[in-house]
């Protein structure tokens, strides 16, 4: 198998470490691992391209590449030059530092990164590292992560379902704020809400009178619906939530059809 390697955190981030270890044990002996990541973190950019400027391209080392870009550059650099020769035949996106469930999902460069993968035909995966008390401070806090990745990726290649939409899936995959032997098991759930908990933003001057402005998020250890991923991951559980690029809110449609 041949895997390509991407993250939001940039290329020096010890989540893409991970990352490429669980694709090394996923190609096995025969197979390849690639990397192109953001030179520099971008975390956040959700699904943006450097559609109005070029990006630099630099070879760090064999089947190792950083792109001054966001994950889907990344994910495009690869494809279309860096293994235009040779396509991947899996996208993996991570792992990121924190959860990317419930509205984080909206935001998020890894999530990105994924999503460029299933527009560009190739079946992708986000993996994403929930964090709290439990697993801050643990030596690795990506054990979760590392112990269970690989096996969570397999079982959701021999399951995958046949696409028969417009839109290729994607996959967004939370591993819960625990270490790794506390890890219960797995859950397939859809995107949760934080009630009341948004990003917001608050001003802050400088000592020269200019005035900044700083993104915050909400409170990460709020749970969310039964059956969603943020309470899925709070209770113990990895988190798997299918989904795909199309955002139309098909639920809608037919209480829409008056105004035709």
Partial sequence: ???????????????????????????????EVWT???????SGVGHCI?????????????????AEGSPADCV?????????DHRPDLVLSGVNRGN????????????????????????????????????????NPFEAARQHGADVVRKLLAAQPANNQPYGLFYNINFPPVAASDVKGTRVTTQGCREGKRFSAQEQFSPNGKRFIWVKGGDQQV?????????????????????????????TLEALKAIE
């Fill in 36 to 42: 192109v990541a953001p030179a520099f973190e971008q």
């Fill in 50 to 66: 450097s559609y109005t400027h070029p990006s630099i391209l630099s070879e760090l080392g064999p089947r190792r590449f950083a």
């Fill in 223 to 251: 749970t969310t619906a039964p059956g969603t991923d943020a309470a899925a991951n709070l209770a113990g559980f990895i988190s798997v939530t299918p989904m795909r690029a199309d955002l139309t809110a098909h639920d």
């Fill in 76 to 84: 495009l650099a690869a494809l279309h030059v860096v293994m235009k």
């Fill in 1 to 31: 198998m041949r895997i390509l390697v991407t993250n939001d955190d940039g290329i020096s981030a010890p989540g893409l470490a991970v990352l490429e270890a669980i694709g090394a044990d996923l190609a096995g002996s025969d197979g």
């Fill in 100 to 139: 990317n469930s419930a509205e984080n999902a909206l935001y998020s460069g890894t999530l990105g990164g994924a999503m460029e993968g299933a527009l560009q035909g190739v079946p992708a995966m986000a993996l994403s590292q929930y964090f709290g008390s439990e697993n801050r401070d643990l030596d």
